[in-house]
């Protein structure tokens, strides 16, 4: 038996020898309470089989057409037109939000709760949230103007949002955020909200980041992973339903609505870490994890059509119980890079990130050989660097080349809690 | 004490019946919300809710081998209630237990006891939620699902994070020299 089943064994044992305790004191108090309470007659109490959704039918009215109103309404739509575009045409471009961009800054959290804003030519860096909180997890918007991170304060984190140069410090959201509500954290394509996982609501929900709007739930029973908005207008995300058979993939429009299944997973076909679907930068692909042959320890990418049609097909076919994880598309879209994991031997062996190109070419190992604790990384903006930091304590950022898979260093003072490279506008 | 007959018994409104159910069952509740909400007065609060909503809506309950698990839901629900609803605390109670019996081997104890309640003070109430249920109170995950009203896909999912994630923390103290497991990925069973 190995010393991880043997826990799980041993887990419930452990935790009875942890929390049981006698007879709580307050027991008389409940026993007092009650008896001076009546029951609820049977009859009040309807066998819990009616559905706990509520269906809300719209109304269709019939109205005839105020021309007048359209017509002064289209005028001054089109006057406004006129005036915004001498606005925009004024103001710095901004990259879209998917695809190629111009590389900017390299914003990196230390171990001790700070953010910087580093040069990765350089390795000089700026500093852009230092202060007795404890900030973590920095990431640009997509436009490249602001830079959310989290804040840790008591009970969870604050999600705060500050222009990109670390001025106008705002939290934004109501409760704070918990642990496991930091996955899948991610901008919306048009960099004026976030979008958050609640896993104790188990849905997910927008944050406005002007503050002028309330937090607004998109899906029920439902978790998004990075990269859920679809290329190129982002008018689409992607998200995960777990059932009780399984879990499927949905799209949905952006603000939550016309949900509609996409693929459905049997449980045996779902690795531990989920599906973490993730689009093509062009948004006509979709890559997935999927157990091969129902094996828990081998994970691969698979790529299918963005519409569902046609079969998928697995990324790689290295060899070996392999579980492939972390999927991350480059800029242009002509590779995939990922983490992964040898399980052949039985004991599960980090390997180098791996690197494969779409067109059928050789399979890459990318930077240095890593520890047990896995590793974060992610492309430049302009798609020729692969950047990485392992998650051993200690250690620095690496830029590696993807077409070779070697690396040099990049070492920012005391990198330790995410990083995030700015889009620029080419 | 035979629980079925107590169930009957409360059902149709013996209240000593419902305080031997409560003598029954508080301990195991009481370290239940202790686990999810890691706050001893929130534990209690959530206790004594749920034994008075249990005492309130009992009639309603229709097999009473089904009390068990009504009663877990009842409990665990208010958990989740109050860990959503309350202030903010400036500490966050460990669990400890500061009076283990003397004849057992203290220090190795509550080393172990210290490493779990690190563990679960990583997890957020949701996770440590399908913990407790399933692991503190022995419920099968279909139960733990419909207790918590979540499919089962995503009872398994939480509990496979709590578990790698409780495992890293434990584990890796328990074996020096040899490297944590990964969180995420790698193997699985």
Not at chain 1, 151 to 156: D, F, L
Not at chain 1, 239 to 266: C, K, N
Not at chain 2, 72 to 82: E, G, I, K, M, Q
Request: proline share 7%; charged share 25%; net charge negative.
């Amino acid at each position: 038996m190995t010393s991880r089943s043997r826990f799980e064994q041993e887990l419930p044992d452990l935790l009875a020898d942890l929390l049981i305790e006698p007879i709580p004191y307050y027991r008389d108090s409940v026993v007092q309470q009650t008896a001076h309470m009546r029951q609820r007659p049977a009859w009040t109490l309807p066998e819990r089989w009616i559905p706990m959704s509520v269906i809300t039918l719209g109304r269709m009215t019939g109205r005839t057409v105020p021309w007048r109103t359209v017509g002064l309404l289209a005028l001054l739509a089109a006057l406004l037109a006129v005036g915004l575009a001498a606005y925009v045409g004024s103001r710095p471009r901004v990259p879209a939000p998917f695809g190629l961009a111009a590389n900017g800054s390299f914003a990196y959290a230390t171990s001790a709760g700070d953010i910087y804003a580093g040069d990765p030519i350089t390795g000089k860096s700026v500093a852009i949230a230092t202060g007795p909180e404890f900030d973590s997890a920095p990431m640009y918007s997509p436009d490249g103007r602001q830079l959310a991170f989290l804040r840790t304060t008591t009970g969870g984190y604050d999600l705060v949002v500050a222009a990109a140069d670390g001025s106008n410090v705002r939290a934004i959201g109501q409760a704070p955020l918990l642990e496991a509500d930091k996955w899948g954290i991610q901008w919306t394509p048009d960099s004026s909200g976030i979008v958050v996982n609640s896993f104790t609501n188990d849905d997910v929900r927008r944050y406005d980041v002007s503050g002028k709007t309330a937090p607004r739930i998109l899906v029920t029973n439902a978790h998004v992973d990075p990269g859920a908005f679809r290329p190129p207008l982002g008018d689409q995300f992607v998200f995960i339903r777990d059932s009780t058979d399984g879990s499927s993939l949905f799209v949905a429009d952006a603000d939550g609505s016309g949900p509609r299944e996409l693929l459905h997973f049997a449980t045996g076909d779902v690795a531990g870490d989920g599906l973490r679907p993730s689009w093509s930068p062009d948004g006509t692909r979709l890559a997935f994890l999927k157990l091969r042959g129902g094996d828990a320890n081998q994970a691969r990418i698979d790529i299918m059509a963005a519409d569902g049609t046609g079969s998928a097909h697995e990324l790689t076919n290295e060899p070996g119980l392999v579980y492939e994880n972390h999927i991350k598309w480059s800029p242009d879209g002509t590779r995939i890079a990922f983490q992964r994991w040898d399980n052949s031997s039985g004991q599960a062996r980090i390997m180098p990130l791996g690197i494969q190109p779409l067109d059928g070419g050789s399979l890459v190992d990318a930077g240095p050989d890593l520890g047990a604790y896995g590793t974060e990384f992610g492309w430049s903006p302009d798609g020729s660097i692969l950047w990485e930091i392992p998650g051993e304590p200690g250690s620095h950022h690496v830029l590696i080349d993807p077409q070779r898979g070697t690396w040099k260093d990049l070492v920012f003072p005391d990198p330790g809690g995410g990083s995030s490279w700015q889009r620029l506008a080419r | 004490m035979d629980q079925h007959g107590l169930v009957e018994r409360a059902k149709r409104g013996d209240h000593d019946a419902f305080a031997d159910l409560v003598d029954l069952t508080i301990a195991r509740l009481d370290a239940t919300a202790r686990l999810v909400l890691r706050d001893r007065d929130l534990a209690r609060d959530a206790v004594q809710e749920a034994l008075i909503r249990a005492w309130r809506d009992l009639p309603g309950l229709r097999d009473p081998d089904r009390f068990d698990a009504w009663l877990h839901r009842l409990t665990v629900n208010a958990c989740l209630d109050l860990a959503r609803h309350r202030r903010r605390r400036p500490v966050e109670v460990e669990l400890i237990p500061t009076d283990a019996p003397a004849t057992r081997d203290l220090s190795h104890d509550l080393a172990q006891h210290d490493l779990l309640d690190r563990a679960l003070r990583d997890l957020d109430p949701a996770h440590r939620a399908v913990v407790a249920l399933h692991y503190l109170l022995g419920m099968p995950l279909q139960e733990v699902a419909g207790a918590l009203d979540i499919p089962i896909g995503t009872v398994k999912s939480r509990l496979h994070y709590s578990l790698a994630s409780m495992r890293a923390t434990v584990l890796a103290d328990r074996e020096p020299g040899q490297a944590p497991e990964p969180v995420r990925g790698g193997q699985l069973a």
